[in-house]
C-alpha cells in the first residue's frame, strides 16, 4: 500500500469517525431539549420548535455527508465543512437556549480541540476565528437587542434587592414584583465572558495544535521508518511474522506468501507451515519469549515440484516500554541458493587443495616407481641370489611408500557416514601429516608436533575438521618457500580443545588480517580465496572460533578452539574416522 492510498484511507476513516461522533450529538442534544423544555421547564414552549428544528438539521447534514463519502464527493474538504456546519448550528441552539447565558458554550471549545486534532495548524486557527467571531457577535446582538434574548431559567434572573412596585387598580395594597435581569444585557458580564472564551480558545488551540505537530512529527518518522523496513524486506524477498505469547500470529508481510508457497494466507495454515519447518522439537520464539535470547535456527521444505528448499529463520523479541517481552517476530529467509553456493566453493576448495598436493605427489610417487622400474630391468639379466634378495628388499620398501602416499590420499575428502559424531582431534591431525608431509615445500622445512595425550573427543563432522587442519597445514608450507619450522600443537584449556599451527614463514600484513577470511579473497597468484573462507565457517559451524597471530617477516600463529562435548546419546564408536 502506498502512501496515497494510506492518505486516502486515513483521511476516510476519519471523517466516518466524526460523523459517528455528530450521530452522537445528535442525540444528545435532542435529550438535553426534550427535558429543558418539556421536563424541568428551563425553557419556554415556543423555543422547543425552533431547537428541534436545529437538531433535525443537525441530523439532515449527517446524512448528506454520509453520501459525500460513499461517493467520495469533497473527500479533502469534508472535515472543515462539517466543524463549520456545527459551529454555525451550535450558535443558532445557543441564542434560542438562553444565548451566552447557557453554560453548554463551552462546546466551542470542543470544536477547537477537534479542529486541532483533525486539521493542519492553520485552518485549526481559522475554526479558533470563526468560533470566537460566531459567539461575539451573538454576545453582541443580544447585549444591543439586534436579537432577542431567551431567557433560560437555569440562569439567575431576578433581582432582589431593586423591586418593582405596582398599584393594580381595586386593590388595596401593592404588589411587590422582583425585577428581571439578564447577564446577556449587562455589558461587564458580556465583555468578561467573552473575553474568557477568546482566552481559552486561542490558548486551547495553542496546546492542541503543537501537540499534534509533535505527534504527527513522530508518525512521519515511524511510516518513514516502517516503509524503509518494508522495502528493505521486500528488495530482500525476506518474510516477516510477528507472534505474541500465545505463539498467534498478529502481522505477517506480503512476501511470507510466496516464499512459503501458500496460495492464499490464513493464521492456522501460516502457522502451521512454520511449525512445521522450524519447531518440530522446541517452538524457538517460545524460548526468545522464555529467555530474550536472538537465536537463528535452518529449517527445510520440499516445495510443489519436489525440490527441497532451505530456509534459515531468525527470532527476537519485541520490547514494551517496560523493556519486557510482549511479542516476538520472525523473520524468515530463503537460503537455498546460499546453500547450493556453500556446496560449490567446498567443492571448489578441495580441488584447488587435491591440485596443490598433485604435483607433489606426482614426484613422490614417481621417484620410487622409477627406483622400481630400474631394479626391474636389473633383475632381468642378474641371476645374484644375494642381489635378488636386496632387490626384493627395496622393493617392498619403495612399494610400502606408495601405499603410505595413496592410504593419505584415501582418507582425505571422504564422506562419513555417520556425520556429526565424536572426533578424535589427535588422530585426525596424525592422518594430515601423512598427507601434507609429502608436499614440496615440506622437504625445506622441518614439522614438529606437540600432541597432548588423553585429549578428550570433541562433537563434529571428522571430514570437516581434516579439512580445516589440512588447509592450515598446507597455507604454512607455502609460506615458508626457503624452509622454517612448523609446530603443531594440541592441548586441552578450560572447557575447550586448543590447536595451534605456528611457522615461521612470511606473515601476514595487519591490512590483510581484516580480509584473511571473506570469500575469494587471497594474497597468492594461483589462489581461489576460499580456503580460509571455508576453514572458518567450518569451525564456527562446530561452535568454535579462530585466532590468527602474525608479524611480517617472523612467521604466523593460528590458534583453534573448539568445544569438548561428550553427548550420552552418542557412542564411543561414532568417534571412529571413516
Not at 447577564?183 to 458580556?190: D, F, L
Request: glycine residues 6%; contains cysteine.
Amino acid at each position: 500500500m502506498n502512501n496515497k492510498t494510506q492518505d486516502i484511507t486515513q483521511s476516510l476513516n476519519l471523517n466516518l469517525w466524526y460523523v459517528r461522533l455528530r450521530w452522537i450529538a445528535c442525540f444528545v442534544a435532542f435529550v438535553l431539549v426534550i427535558i429543558t423544555v418539556k421536563v424541568f421547564h428551563y425553557l419556554e414552549d415556543g423555543n422547543l420548535l425552533p431547537l428541534l428544528l436545529l437538531v433535525g438539521i443537525l441530523a439532515g447534514t449527517n446524512i448528506v455527508y454520509l453520501y459525500f463519502i460513499k461517493k467520495e464527493i469533497f473527500t479533502k474538504h469534508l472535515k472543515e465543512m462539517q466543524i463549520v456546519t456545527d459551529l454555525l448550528i451550535l450558535t443558532f441552539m445557543l441564542h434560542y437556549s438562553g444565548g451566552i447565558e447557557n453554560p453548554l458554550s463551552f462546546v466551542y471549545l470542543f470544536h477547537v480541540i477537534l479542529s486541532g486534532i483533525l486539521l493542519e495548524k492553520r485552518k485549526s486557527y481559522l475554526v479558533v476565528a470563526l468560533s470566537i467571531l460566531l459567539f461575539t457577535s451573538l454576545a453582541i446582538c443580544e447585549l444591543t437587542n439586534l436579537v432577542p434574548h431567551y431567557t433560560l431559567d437555569i440562569f439567575p434572573h431576578k433581582d432582589t434587592e431593586h423591586p418593582s412596585i405596582q398599584v393594580q387598580p381595586g386593590k388595596e395594597h401593592a404588589v411587590v414584583e422582583e425585577e428581571t435581569l439578564h447577564a446577556a444585557h449587562y455589558p461587564p458580564y458580556v465583555w468578561s465572558i467573552t473575553s474568557l472564551n477568546l482566552f481559552l480558545m486561542l490558548l486551547t488551540a495553542y496546546f492542541i495544535t503543537n501537540i499534534m505537530e509533535r505527534l504527527r512529527s513522530e508518525e512521519r518518522k515511524t511510516n518513514e521508518e516502517r516503509q524503509r523496513l518494508e522495502h528493505v524486506l521486500t528488495a530482500t524477498h525476506a518474510g516477516l511474522v510477528i507472534l505474541n505469547k500465545n505463539q498467534e500470529i498478529v502481522w505477517y508481510n506480503e512476501p511470507v506468501k510466496s516464499l512459503l508457497g501458500l496460495e492464499t494466507i490464513e493464521n492456522s495454515q501460516l502457522s502451521k507451515t512454520i511449525f512445521n519447518l522450524i519447531d518440530k522439537e522446541e517452538s524457538p520464539a517460545l524460548k526468545t519469549f522464555q529467555d530474550g535470547i536472538i537465536r537463528s535456527v535452518e529449517g527445510e521444505k520440499i516445495d510443489e515440484n519436489g525440490q527441497r528448499q532451505y530456509f534459515q529463520v531468525t527470532v527476537a523479541p519485541l520490547l514494551d516500554a517496560n523493556n519486557n517481552i510482549y511479542q516476538v517476530v520472525e523473520l524468515i529467509q530463503d537460503i537455498s541458493d546460499k546453500k547450493i553456493l556453500e556446496a560449490e566453493m567446498l567443492h571448489a576448495a578441495k580441488m584447488v587443495t587435491l591440485g596443490t598436493m598433485a604435483a607433489g605427489i606426482a614426484h613422490e610417487v614417481g621417484n620410487p616407481l622409477a627406483s622400481i622400474s630400474t631394479r626391474l630391468q636389473l633383475l632381468e639379466s642378474q641371476r645374484d641370489r644375494s642381489f635378488i634378495a636386496q632387490s626384493v628388499k627395496l622393493l617392498q620398501q619403495e612399494i610400502r611408500r606408495i601405499e603410505r602416499i595413496v592410504k593419505g590420499i584415501s582418507q582425505f575428502g571422504r564422506t562419513s557416514k555417520e556425520g556429526w559424531g565424536l572426533c578424535q582431534v589427535n588422530q585426525i591431525l596424525t592422518e594430515t601429516l601423512e598427507i601434507i608431509k609429502y608436499h614440496d615445500a615440506a622437504k625445506s622445512c622441518n614439522i614438529e608436533t606437540n600432541f597432548s595425550p588423553d585429549l578428550s573427543d570433541v562433537l563434529g563432522v571428522c571430514d570437516q575438521l581434516k579439512q580445516v587442519f589440512l588447509n592450515l597445514g598446507l597455507n604454512a608450507l607455502e609460506a615458508m618457500p626457503h624452509g622454517g619450522n612448523l609446530l603443531i600443537n594440541s592441548y586441552a584449556e578450560k572447557g575447550n580443545l586448543i590447536v595451534q599451527f605456528v611457522d615461521t614463514g612470511i606473515g601476514i600484513k595487519k591490512e590483510e588480517l581484516e580480509r584473511i577470511f571473506q570469500p575469494f579473497y587471497t594474497t597468492k597468484q594461483k589462489g581461489s580465496g576460499l580456503g580460509l573462507f571455508i576453514v572458518n565457517q567450518f569451525i564456527l559451524a562446530h561452535s568454535g572460533k579462530i585466532d590468527i597471530d602474525s608479524e611480517p617477516g617472523k612467521g604466523t600463529g593460528i590458534t583453534i578452539s573448539l568445544p569438548v562435548h561428550r553427548p550420552k546419546r552418542l557412542q564411543k564408536n561414532n568417534s571412529r574416522i571413516s
